[in-house]
Structures are given as C-alpha cells and as structure tokens.
C-alpha cells in the first residue's frame, strides 16, 4: 500500500537523486507550479541530483529553452532526459528507415530531424509524403484537440505496407492550463490495436531510463538504484516505469488522476487505493502536489 506524504522533504533524505517528470508536475503546460520549484531547490541545496526525465519528444537543448520561458529556474535541476533525444537517436540509426512521414507540428519537425552527435555513421532522414515512407515518426497529432480515430485511414494504409512507427511520446494526454491534449502514445496505441508495429523510447520503456542513467552519470558520482526516487503525474509511464526498473516512485495524484483520486490538496485515501488496485501499479509514496 502506497504512503500518503505531506512533502517531498518528508522522505527525500534517503535518495541521492530523483527522475522528475515535467508536465503535471513541475509545470502545467502554461507556467511553472511553484511549490514544486521550491522543493526541487530545497532538495539540490542539500546535495541531491535532478534529472528531469520528460517524455516530451523535444531534443534536451529545446525543452530547457520551454522551461525558461515557463518560468522553471536553472537552479531547480540538473540536467535533461527526453523522449525525444532517446527516439532521435534510434530514428538516425535508421530503425524505421531513412524516408519518414512525418506526424506532428513543423516546430516539432524541425527539433527532431536535427542531427544528433551521440549516433555516428547516422543514415540521412528525408522527410516524404505517407506513399513514398519507409516507416512513420510521430511526435504528435497533427491537430491535438481532435480524437485519435480522424488518423484511422492513414495509419490503414501504412499498416497496410508494414510500416513501423517510432513513437517519440508515449504520454496518451497532457493537460495545458485547464485543457487536455492528446499526445502520440495515442495515436501510437492506435496503430498498435489496428494491426500496426509501434515502438516507443520514453516513459515506461528502458530507453529513456537508460538515457536518464547517463545523464545521472555526467552530473554525479555512481548512484545505486535504490538511492534513486521516481516522481510523476502518470501512473502508466512515470510509476509503471518506475516498478520496471526496480526504483521508488513518489505518484502526483493531483494530476492527471486528480479527479480519480479525490484530489483537493492531498488524495482521498479510499478513492486513491482504489484508483491504484485498479491501474495494478503502486507507488511507494503519493502526494497531492510536489512540494
């Protein structure tokens, strides 16, 4: 059974570093939450390491320039894992070929196809229409707010020719501000229940913890995975993830799950052990909101 906490202090001495995610968490989509900053800061001043493990599907450098201008301090952490950057690598190692249709907005385009210095002897990406593609990256929909099932005949025709399609954000939703967002791991969810092949790199899956790993590393001595807290909104990527790689996890219940779970300040206990027998993931701890 999950430990209802009242602050990440409460518990944070006995972690060397923590797996942040970003969106429900750190921000809304809109602006910085501040008591989650505040105790980031508080958790650095004391000699703890934060990586920020995102499954944005933006390269490190962009999301740290998102950051800024939501109004997250430089201070609040260490460095930067992305979806993104663990997909990017895979795609320049020609995974889903070197011709890709595209899905997502053209910032996101422009982000992604940048080359990457982590792949050597990268193969040459060209972006081409769904008829001429060897596979499919996708970042996003094309239009966020519309239902998954407006990309059923695009995906018929790829899965059609056996295309495989990298997935560079596992999340299903995402809540800017007070509105909610449909992300690539639902069109990519999609595409897996229509017969299609999808294959994912960030939250739940060992790439994106294996890339937090390194980043770990460039920052900090050695660190055991049990010295290791994994905080997050999202109970099927930040906690399953967590559970698959053996590593504690604070679960944000006023997130994404906040109505689920009775969230005002703190989670409704009966409502949150349901919500968590339901989902079969539990994390060691929950909290409302990070602070």
Known sequence: MTRIVNSLSEISDTYQALFVDLWGCVHDG?????????????????GGKVVLVTNSPRPRASVEIQLDGFGVPRDAWDTIAT??????????RGVVGEKIFFMGTEDEKAAFLKPIAVVHDAVEITPVPLEEAEGIVCCGAFDSHADPEVNRPIFLAAKTRGLK??????????DRGETREWCAGALAKLYTEMGGESLYFGKP?????DLARRRLAEVSDSVPDDRILAIGDGIHTDIQG?????????????????????????????????????????????IGFLR
């Open 30 to 46: 809109v602006a910085a939450l501040p008591d989650a900053v505040a105790a980031l800061q508080k958790y650095r001043q004391s």
């Open 83 to 92: 979806s993104g950057d663990s997909a990017r690598s895979a795609m320049f």
């Open 165 to 174: 399609l990298l997935c560079a954000n596992p999340d299903i939703v995402v």
């Open 205 to 209: 899956h060992p790439p994106i913890y």
């Open 242 to 286: 967590a559970v698959g790689e053996d590593i504690d996890s604070l679960f944000i219940t006023g997130g994404l799950a906040a109505a689920e779970t009775g969230t005002d300040q703190q989670p409704n206990p009966e409502l949150l052990n349901a919500y968590l027998d339901k989902s079969g993931f539990h994390p060691s701890f929950s």
